[in-house]
C-alpha cells in the first residue's frame, strides 16, 4: 500500500483498521502524522455532530401523535364504513328505482300500443286494400319509403300515439289482422314483449324510434316483422336491436342495414 | 408486516435522538428538525404495512426522514442559520468552542450530495452499502464521496487556520 492508497482509505473511514493500513501507518511516519490530524478531525466531527440532543418533549410529541393518529384512525374508519354503507345504500335504491322507472316506462309503452289498437279496432276490421300509393303517401310523411312488397294493407294512416305522430298499419296474418306501429322519436332500452287476453306481439328498439307488431295470439310475428323491415327504408339509418328472439332473427336475415328499418 | 405498533414507543425512545441530530444535519434548523422527525415517525406509523421486518426499521426511518426533508425542500427553503451564530433556544450538548464554529461553517459549506453520506456515517453508523441502498448510489461512489467530504472539509478548516495565522477574519 502508497501512501497515497493510505489516505484515500483514511479519508473514506478514518477509523477502519485493516491491518495492511495499520502496518503502513506503523511504517510510514508522515502518514502517521497525517492520520493522527485526520483522527482528531473526526472525531471533532463525530463530536460535533453526535452532541446535539433533542428538546426532552420531543419523544412525548411524537408518541402523543401516534395516539392521535391511531384515534383518528379509528374514527375515520368508523366514518369511512359509514359513508360506504350510505352510499351502498343510495347505489341500491338508485338502481331499484331507475329499474321500476324502466319497467314502469316499458309497461307505458306496451299499454298504450295496446289500448291504441284497442280503441281504433275498427281499423281492424277495414277491408282494405289500402294501395302501395296510399302507403308511400303515409310513409313520405315521415321521409320513409316504401321499397319492397308489404303484403296485403288494410289500412295505413298517419296516428297520434303518446303526443308522436306514427305509422299505422294493419296488414294481413295467419290469424287475422296484424298491427304495426312505427314511432320515430320513441324510445325504449330494450326490446318489450306485448302480451294481453287478445294480443300478443314486441315493441322493437330501433335506432330511429320503436317498431310495434301486434297480432291475435297464436299469430307468428316474425315473417311480418322481417317483411315490414325489408319493405321499408328511413332516412337516417336505423338498425334494429339484436337482443330479442324475434330482433335476432331479423338480424340473421341481414336485415340491419343502416337505411333498413 | 413487522409490528410496528407493538415497538413503537421503544423505536421512539431510541431512535428520535439521532433522527434528530440527522434531521439537523440536513436542515440545520432546529424547529424545523423537531418537525421532521416528528412528521418521520407519523408516516412511519402510517405505513407500517410497509415495513417488512422490524430490524430493519432504523435505516426505513432514516430513509423516511431524508425523503421527508426533501419533500420540505420542494415546498420551501428553510431558513439556515448562521453556523456562527449561537441558536436563539439553548441546545444541550451545543458545542461553543471556537473550533467547533470553524467546523460547522466548513460542514455548511459542503455540498449536499457529500454532506449526506457523512452525516448517515458519522450519525448513522451506516456502512457504505447501507449508505449507497439509502441514496441509490453504488458503493464506490459512497466511497468517493465521503473521501471528498472528509479531504473538503480538511482543506476548509486548513485554509481558516492559514487566514487566521495572518490575521484574516
Known amino acids: 500500500m502508497d501512501c497515497l492508497e493510505f489516505r484515500r482509505l483514511l479519508l473514506q473511514d478514518p477509523y477502519r483498521a485493516e491491518p495492511e493500513l495499520l502496518q503502513h501507518e506503523s511504517g510510514c511516519a508522515e502518514c502517521a502524522h497525517y492520520a493522527a490530524r485526520i483522527r482528531q478531525q473526526e472525531a471533532s466531527l463525530r463530536s460535533l455532530l453526535n452532541a446535539p440532543a433533542p428538546p426532552p418533549e420531543l419523544a412525548e410529541n411524537i408518541r402523543l401523535g401516534a395516539r392521535m393518529e391511531r384515534r383518528s384512525g379509528y374514527v375515520r374508519r368508523v366514518w369511512m364504513s359509514a359513508a360506504a354503507s350510505l352510499l351502498i345504500g343510495i347505489s341500491i335504491s338508485m338502481f331499484m328505482l331507475f329499474d321500476q322507472q324502466q319497467a314502469r316506462g316499458n309497461m307505458l309503452l306496451a299499454r298504450s300500443v295496446i289500448h291504441h289498437i284497442e280503441d281504433e279496432a275498427g281499423h281492424l276490421r277495414e277491408p282494405g286494400p289500402a294501395s302501395p300509393d296510399r302507403v308511400r303517401a303515409v310513409l313520405a310523411r315521415f321521409g320513409a319509403e316504401l321499397v319492397g312488397d308489404l303484403g296485403p294493407v288494410r289500412f295505413a294512416a298517419e296516428c297520434v300515439m303518446r303526443k308522436r305522430t306514427g305509422v299505422h298499419l294493419v296488414l294481413s296474418g295467419e290469424q287475422g289482422p296484424v298491427t304495426a306501429f312505427m314511432m320515430p322519436g320513441e324510445h325504449a332500452d330494450s326490446p318489450i314483449p306485448i302480451d294481453s287476453t287478445r294480443f300478443h306481439g314486441e315493441i322493437i328498439p330501433t335506432e330511429w324510434g320503436v317498431l310495434a307488431v301486434v297480432g291475435e295470439r297464436g299469430e307468428v310475428i316474425a315473417p311480418i316483422a322481417t317483411r315490414l323491415a325489408r319493405s321499408v327504408h328511413w332516412p337516417q339509418g336505423s338498425r334494429l336491436s339484436a337482443q330479442t328472439p324475434l330482433a335476432a332473427h331479423l338480424a340473421r336475415l341481414g336485415i340491419h342495414s343502416p337505411r333498413t328499418l | ?169
Open chain 2, 1 to 169: 408486516m413487522a409490528a410496528l405498533s407493538k415497538h413503537f414507543d421503544t423505536l421512539v425512545g431510541a431512535l428520535s435522538p439521532e433522527l434528530y441530530r440527522y434531521a439537523l444535519g440536513l436542515c440545520r434548523n432546529q424547529d424545523v428538525a423537531q418537525d421532521l422527525v416528528q412528521e418521520t415517525f407519523l408516516r412511519a406509523w402510517r405505513s407500517q404495512q410497509t415495513l417488512r421486518d422490524i430490524k430493519t426499521a432504523r435505516a426505513w426511518l432514516y430513509t423516511i426522514l431524508r425523503n421527508e426533508h426533501a419533500r420540505l425542500y420542494e415546498r420551501q427553503r428553510p431558513e439556515v442559520r448562521d453556523p456562527h451564530l449561537l441558536p436563539e433556544v439553548p441546545v444541550q450538548g451545543y458545542d461553543t468552542r471556537t473550533e467547533a464554529f470553524a467546523l460547522r461553517r466548513a460542514l455548511d459549506q459542503l455540498d449536499e450530495q457529500y454532506r449526506e453520506p457523512l452525516l448517515l456515517q458519522v450519525i448513522g453508523g451506516f456502512s457504505c452499502k447501507e449508505i449507497g441502498r439509502m441514496l441509490s448510489l453504488k458503493p464506490n461512489t459512497v466511497l468517493t464521496r465521503l473521501f471528498r467530504a472528509r479531504k473538503m472539509l480538511r482543506d476548509r478548516l486548513d485554509e481558516e487556520g492559514r487566514e487566521k495565522q495572518h490575521g484574516l477574519p
